[in-house]
């Protein structure tokens, strides 16, 4: 299909395809085959590879190591490294970095990326987006943060309880989300505060267990539950404004999704690939199953789903760069989460016991897809969003004067 990308993202995404096909889905096959994990030597080794062929770090400005690409050129890229389970980490375009990254770029402080942006662009740091709290704390509903931070002299002090703090177990640099004024409306009273994972009162209480939780690599993500107890930094330690974490975050939401996205299309668009390669050479009642009508007429609208999600996609992409575009992303992140798992599970089902089985990546990409329609906003919320629009329950000029903030946009991400 060919969906209008501009020539540079076209010859982007090639690249990325070939170093995906070249490097790293053999050694992803090696793994799966083997059950010998990937090392985090190798994945420095995919990192210098990807810096040799210019696509390190594609999201990133030139200036901090990365191919300065402009955001509706990268997605076609996003797209390739999905096809793997570790596409994304192997040109430092991953979750929770890629998006960490990116709060730092759009509204950190020249010592904050100096110190904290430069260094996590290169590999060199890793970092956690902390936000998510446990029962009853924030989630889906923002306005329910309890985490606080309190100014004594010129320095905050964070107490709360985190949990899926995606990165956090290796985390060096937390950003941390609290309540700075607790007389004000959350959405106005909040900020985003960078915590060195090392300071005194962090504590990392375990990595939770989940579905999808195991990898192919040695080192994993991983979801952290964290406690902060009395945890003191300092106040120029805060991303942005002070009270406008909200809007911060926001900043990054609707791309970060829209990303999300792609990646799982790629994702999907594999799963179809080896599902249809198996109906081709699988024979059964005395002819190939791709003979099979019925299987045939549900690869065609899988097919055809995928594409309406690529499209979508793209469509809410070219809104986002000249508006905050929060219904098409909305739509476009429902549509796509529940598409890819469709797609996913039909070619798990077309492939009986090589689908469930792990010699092949499909077991893997059903466990990681189901998580994406709780990540990055559940389907219910992004559906009330849709609904409002569509019902006409919310003024849209009251919405620019409460501070550009929507708080369906905002809603429960697994702290991406």
Not at 87 to 109: F, K, Q, V, Y
Not at 323 to 350: G, H, P, W, Y
Request: glycine share 8%; aromatic share 6%; charged share 30%.
């Amino acid at each position: 299909m060919e969906y209008h990308d501009s020539e540079t993202a076209r010859e982007v995404a090639n690249r990325v395809q070939a170093f995906m096909d070249e490097v790293v889905l053999p050694r992803e096959r090696e793994a799966l085959a083997t059950g010998e994990a990937i090392t985090t030597e190798e994945m420095d080794g995919f990192w210098e590879e990807a810096k040799d062929r210019d696509l390190f770090a594609p999201q990133m400005p030139e200036e901090y190591g990365g191919q300065g690409l402009d955001f509706q050129d990268m997605l076609p890229s996003f797209e390739q490294v999905g096809r793997s389970l570790i596409g994304a980490r192997s040109i430092r375009a991953n979750a929770p970095d890629e998006g960490n990254m990116h709060t730092l770029e759009l509204a950190g402080t020249e010592r904050q990326k100096e110190e904290w942006l430069r260094p996590l662009v290169r590999g060199e740091i890793s970092s956690g987006f902390s936000m998510t709290e446990p029962m009853q704390g924030g989630g889906s509903d923002p306005k329910m943060l309890k985490t606080t931070a309190q100014k004594d002299g010129d320095e905050w002090v964070i107490n709360g309880h985190k949990w899926w703090t995606t990165g956090g177990m290796n985390a060096d640099i937390l950003l941390v989300m609290a309540r700075t004024d607790p007389d004000a409306h959350p959405y106005e009273g909040t900020s985003i505060i960078l915590v060195p994972a090392d300071t005194e009162g962090v504590t990392v209480v375990r990595n939770i267990p989940h579905l999808g939780g195991h990898g192919v690599t040695e080192r994993t993500t991983g979801h952290a539950e964290i406690k902060y107890e009395n945890v003191r930094v300092p106040v120029e330690n805060t991303i942005g404004r002070e009270e406008q974490g909200f809007q911060i975050a926001q900043m990054r939401l609707g791309g970060g999704r829209l990303t999300h996205c792609m990646r799982y299309s790629g994702m999907a668009e594999r799963a179809l690939d080896i599902a249809t390669a198996y109906l081709s050479e699988r024979e059964a009642f005395g002819t190939s199953l791709a003979d099979k009508q019925s299987l045939r007429h549900r690869i065609a609208d899988a097919e055809t789903r995928l594409h309406a999600a690529r499209t979508m996609v793209r469509h809410a992409a070219r809104e986002l760069d000249h508006s905050e575009a929060r219904i098409e992303v909305a739509m476009a992140k429902l549509f796509t989460a529940n598409v890819t798992n469709d797609v996913i599970d039909l070619a798990v089902q077309c492939c009986g016991g090589n689908g469930i089985g792990k010699d092949l990546p499909l077991a893997h990409f059903y466990e990681h897809v189901r998580a994406f329609r709780i990540v990055d906003g559940a389907d219910e919320v992004h559906r009330r969003s849709i609904a409002r629009w569509a019902f006409d329950d919310v003024d849209e000029t009251e919405i620019q004067n409460t501070l550009q903030f929507d708080e369906e946009l905002w809603v429960d991400e697994f702290d991406r």
